[in-house]
T-cell receptor, first 114, second 112 residues
Framework: NAGVTQTPKFQVLKTGQSMTLQCAQD?????MSWYRQDPGMGLRLIHY???????DQGEVPNGYNVSRSTTEDFPLRLLSAAPSQTSVYFC?????????????FGSGTRLTVV | KQEVTQIPAALSVPEGENLVLNCSFT??????LQWFRQDPGKGLTSLLL?????REQTSGRLNASLDKSSGRSTLYIAASQPGDSATYLC???????????FGQGTTLQVKP
């Protein structure tokens, strides 16, 4: 089925470890983004990309890196995990039709940093 | 800075009731507004997308309205069912920043 695929679904890290959350979409969407969802905070934008080779920061980018080498993939890297990064991470992709965008979300990665 | 607020944070209603969820935003410079549904432990499912030039969108028992000048949107759910129990999130795509900004959501419980 077409959509946004995130891996892994669950992950436990120790403080200071690094890891990459994977996100892939097969809808040829130009726009991809990463959000984190915390209780009482809603979804907050971490990084986004408007196309291959172009990325920009969102509301809460510190501690995270991204790259966009292909249209399909948009991995999120945690450089040195901290307990404050315990959260549920969602990847989303969207299309442009003039100025209109519709967003498709992945099923999320639940990350715990101990 | 665009801020999105959803009231109430939680709502419990008996089955069959019609209900309205509210969303307000501070900056009227938006491309569109989107309503999502999120089930516990799951991702987000898009329900309705309203372009900035539109006043409302309908899908089945759902109707979303948009008043851009006053910074408000409502999601109307007709004849609610227990299967409608979920968290409903609204998000605006800001023209100024090119970012999708979310409200904190309204958690709905429909009791049989």
């Amino acid at each position: 089925n077409a959509g946004v695929t995130q891996t892994p679904k669950f992950q436990v890290l120790k403080t200071g470890q690094s890891m990459t959350l994977q996100c892939a979409q097969d809808m040829n969407h130009e726009y991809m983004s990463w959000y984190r969802q915390d209780p009482g905070m809603g979804l907050r934008l971490i990084h986004y990309s408007v196309g291959a080779g172009i990325t920009d920061q969102g509301e809460v980018p510190n501690g995270y890196n991204v790259s966009r080498s292909t249209t399909e993939d948009f991995p999120l890297r945690l450089l040195s995990a901290a307990p404050s990064q315990t959260s549920v991470y969602f990847c989303a992709s969207s299309y442009f039709t003039g100025a209109v965008q519709g967003y498709t979300f992945g099923s999320g990665t639940r990350l715990t940093v101990v | 800075k665009q801020e999105v607020t959803q009231i109430p944070a939680a709502l419990s209603v008996p089955e069959g009731e019609n209900l309205v969820l509210n969303c307000s935003f501070t900056d009227s410079a938006i491309y569109n507004l989107q309503w999502f549904r999120q089930d516990p432990g799951k991702g987000l499912t898009s329900l309705l997308l309203i372009q900035s030039s539109q006043r409302e969108q309908t899908s089945g028992r759902l109707n979303a309205s948009l008043d851009k000048s006053s910074g408000r949107s409502t999601l109307y759910i007709a004849a609610s069912q227990p299967g409608d129990s979920a968290t409903y999130l609204c998000a605006v795509y800001s023209s100024n920043t090119g970012k999708l900004i979310f409200g904190q959501g309204t958690t709905l419980q429909v009791k049989p």
